[in-house]
């Protein structure tokens, strides 16, 4: 499912390129905003961009040979970082809210950075885009972690807006180099 | 590994012993700061225990791979052609390097990248290119297999050890060892999920170990989680019906458990009732183990339900769901490796269900897990102050205030209170494995299960 999410539809790729452009200005903006909202720890506001039947999801990676790549990443029902669907989010921000969330308090100081962002499709209302993703994260005195990878998002329009449907984190650190991912990508 | 004590001079046995007071429950801060001390913990515990590799799931087929450590020694365990399991030093006999940079995989021999030695999935060293021209055929190639640690299982864990001394598996796990990793089998045999979950957090290893005992941090570490309705901590607490099971050789169990009267009621139970009345519990409530586990876990250990630590650092989690490594990098960091295991008979969604829930328990994204890290970093660093390490840590709940009951099956176990009796088990043990020299002193020398008042 890794590779043929790499390329392009055809009818997108043949979509003239000034409706393109538009597209991608506004799926980039809605990614950015996104961004933000996390950046300045509005976690409600962000849950509200999420699609009731959001599937939010970051795998396993795993350093195997050439021969063995196409276990490279685990796959879907199998062990996974984030395996979450609405409810779960929404117990992810109500912990951030909870008062007592002592792996945010006090918060992290976090930067997401959204990048080679590459519309690959669109299926009626959904668009699926590809990113790369760098995700900057500072705590207490000089503690810092950093989550590079791709991502593959759908996105749902409606309402003046999008909603995210889809977000599958492929992260680029197999042993994670951080205390804890208490950070939401 | 006959002692191989590269710090003979640095800590003697007295130094040692002083370092943790039972009777007390003070522990030196030092032990999780000296890099002395963490030299000697690679030399007499990781290289003389038993450790955890992996489970028989992982490696089904001949070839079948993976890499793991004792200590900062690291082997690859692989199933033979014939179907036998080894654990070889992922080290070229030649010049050291790794035969394997793979985590696990599927091999039909290891070949060294740097000059082509190639090596059986037995370790033999079968090829040498240039063996003839350039070393004359003089090279002895059945010296130079991979070395190789011994490797035993049980109920289908595999573990390995560098001491060629150290007693069976069977014996070095005890009656607490073996509850322990039969607590993972109660419900059925068990298979290792594709995945293992591994982070590096800054913290001493012993601290993330001596935690998995700690019921006293739940309610407060784990607030968040409670608040998010992710768990309910009057569900799964109980902190005045607790048991530890202390073993042989620093084995502990420690947690919530079934009060004896309530035990023999379920004793009486079908398993078909037995479901029922899980089913007519709070959803989160422990699950009521099935007629078998009795025979697996011993008549006092089905009653657990805590957490088991395999000395030194295996932690196997309350459902028996989640089992994690803590694997020492130095004084100050620790690599966690999460393993979620599930009955290989479950139908698929139910074993779906397990898996999604444990992806959210534990792991650093774990909405538990997520709020231990920064407790047991914050620990060691304050361990590196002069001022701060002359405090010492202070175990002493619950000390001198439980007596310990042995059960029919040689199960050493006190019931009351939270407290800390497995930390001070713990410490007490790894006192014991440091200032030993070797299996043989370990084995004059170490503590018994404790009875009477402790």
């Known amino acids: 499912m890794h590779t ?9 790729a043949d979509t003239p390129p000034v409706e393109r452009a538009v597209v991608q200005y506004e799926v980039e903006q809605f990614l950015y905003a996104e961004a933000a909202l996390l950046d300045a720890r509005r976690y409600r506001d962000w849950l509200a961009l999420m699609a009731e039947d959001v599937e939010y999801w970051m795998p396993v990676r795993r350093t195997v040979t050439n021969a063995d790549i196409e276990r490279e990443f685990t796959k879907p029902g199998e062990v996974a970082y ?9 117990m992810r921000v109500k912990k951030l809210e909870a008062g007592s969330a002592w792996s945010e308090d006090p918060p992290s100081r976090s930067r997401h950075f959204v990048s080679n962002v590459r519309i690959l499709d669109t299926q009626g209302d959904e668009i699926t885009v590809e990113a790369c993703f760098h995700v900057y994260r500072t705590r207490l005195e000089r503690d810092v972690d950093q989550w590079v990878g791709r991502r593959v998002d759908v996105v749902r329009r409606g309402g003046g807006g999008f909603l995210l449907v889809k977000r599958h984190l492929f992260l680029d650190q197999t042993v994670i180099q951080s205390t804890n991912m208490s950070t939401i990508f | 590994m006959a002692d191989g004590t590269a710090h003979p001079a640095s800590w003697d046995r007295a130094e040692i012993q002083a370092l943790f007071d039972s009777t007390t429950g003070w522990l030196d801060r030092r032990v999780l700061s000296d890099e ?17 590799m992996c489970h028989e799931s992982q490696l089904k087929a001949p070839g079948d791979y993976v890499v793991s450590y004792i200590g900062e020694d690291q082997l ?16 070229c006999r030649h010049r050291g390097n790794a035969l394997c940079r793979a985590e696990q995989g599927h091999a039909k021999s290891f070949v060294c990248s740097y000059h082509g030695w190639n090596y059986g999935l037995d370790g033999r060293l079968i090829g040498v290119p240039g063996l003839s021209t350039f070393y004359h055929g003089d090279l002895d190639k059945s010296r130079l297999g991979l070395a190789k640690a011994r490797i035993e299982s049980h109920l289908g864990f595999y573990f390995a050890t560098l001491a060629p001394d150290a007693p069976s598996l069977h014996d070095f796990l005890g009656v607490t060892g073996r509850t322990g990793l039969a607590m993972v089998c109660a419900n059925g045999e068990v298979e290792v999920v594709e995945g293992v979950q591994k982070n590096v957090i800054d913290c001493n290893w012993k601290i993330a170990v001596d935690n998995l005992f700690d019921w006293y941090h739940v309610p407060y570490s784990h607030a968040s989680a409670n608040t998010a309705g992710f768990f309910d901590i009057a569900r799964i607490q109980f902190p005045k019906s607790q048991m530890v099971m202390l073993g042989e050789y620093g084995h502990a169990i420690g947690g919530p458990v079934i009060p004896r009267e309530v035990q023999d009621q379920i004793d009486g139970l079908s398993d078909a009732q037995r479901g029922e009345m899980s089913r007519a519990q709070p959803e989160g409530s422990p699950r009521i183990r099935p007629k078998s586990a009795t025979d697996l876990m011993g008549p006092e250990g089905v009653r657990s339900q805590g957490h088991p630590n395999i000395f030194p650092n295996l932690w196997v989690t309350i459902s028996g769901t989640q089992m994690c490594l803590r694997l020492p990098r130095g004084p100050s960091h620790t690599e966690l490796w999460w393993f979620t295991l599930v009955p290989k008979a479950a139908p698929p969604q139910a074993k779906r269900e397990i898996v999604r829930r444990m992806n959210h328990v534990f792991g650093p994204a774990g909405l538990l897990e997520q709020d231990d890290g920064e407790n047991w970093s914050q620990s060691t660093r304050s361990a590196r102050g002069v001022a701060s390490r002359g405090l010492g840590q202070a175990l002493s709940m619950g000390l001198g205030r439980d007596e310990v009951r042995v059960g029919a099956g040689g199960e050493h176990y006190v019931e009351g209170l939270i407290g800390e009796h497995g930390q001070r088990w713990l410490y007490r043990a790894w006192t014991e494995w440091m200032s030993a020299r070797d299996w043989a002193e370990l084995e004059a020398t170490r503590s018994a299960p404790p009875t009477g008042l402790i």
Do not use: K
């Not at chain 2, 963490?38 to 003389?48: D, G, K, P, S």
């Open chain 1, 82 to 90: 984030f395996d979450d669907d609405w409810a779960y989010l929404e």
């Open chain 1, 4 to 12: 043929s999410e790499l390329a392009r539809t055809r009818a997108w």
């Open chain 2, 36 to 52: 002395g001390l963490y030299q000697l913990e690679l030399e007499r515990i990781f290289a003389r225990s038993w450790n955890f």
């Open chain 2, 76 to 91: 690859i365990v692989v199933r033979d052609e014939e179907g036998e399991v080894h654990a070889l030093l992922n080290t």
